[in-house]
């Protein structure tokens, strides 16, 4: 996004936030305007807080928010890692 381009790995990025918000219930850098947010992720490389949630699923949200977009996994990639998952 820093470029202005969206890609598969912003949709990837903003997948692991749904995720976080379905898992912990709650609403993340709500502290912050959306502005802030947007440029504190970009420039200090904002991360979610840590929560109690399953270590697979967290496991699972730092992989889709790696700082590298290259790093992150694609949808297919993700598809096998939740179908071990147990809910």
Avoid: Y
Avoid at 67 to 84: N, Q, V
């Amino acid at each position: 996004l820093e470029n202005g381009i969206l890609t598969n790995a912003s949709d990837i990025w903003s997948f692991a936030i749904l995720l976080w918000e379905l898992f912990t219930r709650r609403i993340p850098f709500n502290d912050l305007t959306p502005m802030q947010c947007g440029l504190k992720i970009v420039r200090d490389h904002l991360r979610l807080s840590p929560t109690s949630i399953s270590s697979h699923i967290d496991k699972l949200i730092q992989l889709c928010t790696n700082d590298d977009p290259s790093k992150r996994p694609t949808f297919d990639a993700i598809l096998p890692i939740i179908e071990k998952i147990h809910f």
